[in-house]
T-cell receptor
Framework: DAGVIQSPRHEVTEMGQEVTLRCKPI?????LFWYRQTMMRGLELLIY????????DSGMPEDRFSAKMPNASFSTLKIQPSEPRDSAVYFC??????????FGPGTRLTVL | DQQVKQNSPSLSVQEGRISILNCDYT??????FLWYKKYPAEGPTFLIS?????DKNEDGRFTVFLNKSAKHLSLHIVPSQPGDSAVYFC??????????FGTGTRLTVIP
């Protein structure tokens, strides 16, 4: 199994541009999570999906952030417009129901 | 507001000695606790967990202790090895799926 796949691994963009991060969960996992890692706050949950349905998006910082899961094998996290304070590592994780989560390698986003 | 706290951002230990990483939580509804290990440029990987009905869980060199009355858990690694050098995240969850993570502790094992 390839594990959770994220793309791109690194993204450098300019303030105001749209950024789209992509995630392919492990096949058969029912839940998908998006996290942001910063030095100050560690790993923060942004949103999670259960069976492709968003369950809790209370961690999404602003309306500039949106996430979709059109099917069981793909999810996107979009930031529009991006700002320098969005610079962080974004992780996607997937989980069988009520078990530990398996993380992807992360996308390092730099907004200049 | 951080519901899971790791107050030591870093820890250095000599190879062969015991490493003790600590974690505190505030939500008494948490019923499952996990430790994740993270190497640079990789995602966190699951290490060990403990249910709230237990006070100890052991897996090889790794043992997690839970003190519910103090809302405190700790991860013991013995003996510590240089390959254990990584960032360790404590996490907690209720019956739902979402995890609450601490800010991590960077462990350095000195050869």
């Amino acid at each position: 199994d390839a594990g959770v796949i994220q793309s791109p691994r690194h993204e450098v963009t300019e303030m105001g541009q749209e950024v789209t991060l992509r995630c392919k969960p492990i096949s058969g996992h029912n839940s998908l999570f998006w996290y942001r890692q910063t030095m100050m706050r560690g790993l923060e949950l942004l949103i999670y999906f259960n069976n492709n349905v968003p369950i809790d998006d209370s961690g999404m910082p602003e309306d500039r952030f949106s996430a979709k899961m059109p099917n069981a094998s793909f999810s996107t996290l979009k930031i529009q417009p991006s700002e320098p304070r969005d610079s962080a590592v974004y992780f996607c994780a997937s989980s069988p129901q009520y078990n530990e989560q398996f993380f992807g390698p992360g996308t390092r986003l730099t907004v200049l | 507001d951080q519901q899971v706290k790791q107050n030591s951002p870093s820890l250095s230990v000599q190879e062969g000695r015991i490493s003790i990483l600590n974690c505190d939580y505030t939500n008494s509804m948490f019923d499952y606790f996990l430790w994740y290990k993270k190497y640079p440029a990789e995602g966190p990987t699951f290490l060990i967990s403990i249910s709230s009905i237990k006070d100890k869980n052991e897996d090889g060199r790794f043992t997690v202790f839970l003190n519910k009355s103090a809302k405190h858990l700790s991860l013991h690694i013995v003996p510590s090895q240089p390959g254990d050098s990584a960032v360790y995240f404590c996490a907690a969850q209720t019956g739902a799926n979402n995890l609450f993570f601490g800010t991590g502790t960077r462990l350095t094992v000195i050869p």
